[in-house]
């Protein structure tokens, strides 16, 4: 069974730090993996996906790094700033295509 | 493209009546996903339709939910005869056929309070 963990499962910064957010997952037969952000009361912002063969994606200051066979990825944001404050996600769909299994996510606060 | 539509954003009811939630996929996605998330909580997946067939049903509870993806208009999420506890946001993913490589694009959420 497919299980997705995410630490710290909250952080706080200053402006302009560089910090690392961690998701692990029990299962390493994976699709792929996907990094989304949740602003409060709002839904989810898809960031970065990880395709099982690939080591790691960049879109600008977010770098998502990928290794299968130890069941981790993680979400690199380079230079924080106040507007990254949020609560990021990690997600893997399982192979049977229906379930997405979520982690409960990082509460991300970076201070001005 | 407008994206994965979600509406009611915010949904009001109180104990005993029914909601209705619904959902309209991204153009050219014939899949849809409803995930329900407790506050503080992942999201947890409820169930997975393609136009007019129930795919797999197996994260949504067997009493007073339901749901329905008919050959013309949005996906319907239905509660009925709902409870406090039944307070959550759900969201709506929507993909196209291959799901197992392609990213996943969520609606915004509609938000169901019960009172």
């Known amino acids: 069974k497919q299980e997705v963990t995410q630490i710290p499962a909250a952080l706080s910064v200053p402006e302009g730090e560089n910090l690392v957010l961690n998701c692990s997952f029990t299962?390493?037969?994976?699709?792929?993996l996907q990094w989304f952000r949740q602003d409060p009361g709002k839904g989810l912002t898809s960031l970065l996906l990880i395709q099982s063969s690939q080591r790691e994606q960049t879109s600008g200051r977010l770098n998502a790094s990928l290794d299968k066979s130890s069941g981790r990825s993680t979400l690199y944001i380079a230079a924080s700033q106040p507007g990254d404050s949020a609560t990021y996600l990690c997600?893997?769909?399982?192979?049977?295509?229906?379930?997405?299994?979520f982690g409960a996510g990082t509460r991300l606060t970076v201070k001005p | 493209n407008a994206g994965v539509m979600q509406n009611p954003r915010h949904l009001v009811r109180r104990r005993g009546q029914e909601a209705r939630l619904r959902c309209s996929p991204m153009?050219?996605?014939?899949?849809v996903y409803w995930y329900r998330q407790l506050p503080e909580e992942g999201l947890k997946f409820m169930v997975y339709?393609?136009?007019?067939?129930?795919?797999?049903e197996s994260g949504m509870p067997k009493e007073r939910f339901s749901a329905e993806f008919p050959k013309e208009g949005p996906s319907i999420l239905r509660i009925q005869q709902v409870v406090r506890g039944d307070s959550a946001a759900y969201f709506c993913?929507?993909?196209?056929?291959?799901?197992?490589?392609?990213?996943?694009?969520f609606g915004q959420g509609t938000r169901l309070t019960v009172v």
């Open positions: 299962d390493s037969a994976i699709y792929n």
């Open positions: 997600a893997v769909p399982l192979y049977n295509n229906n379930d997405m299994r």
């Open positions: 993913a929507s993909s196209p056929p291959d799901r197992g490589n392609t990213e996943a694009f």
């Open positions: 153009k050219g996605h014939s899949h």
């Open positions: 339709l393609q136009k007019e067939n129930i795919i797999d």
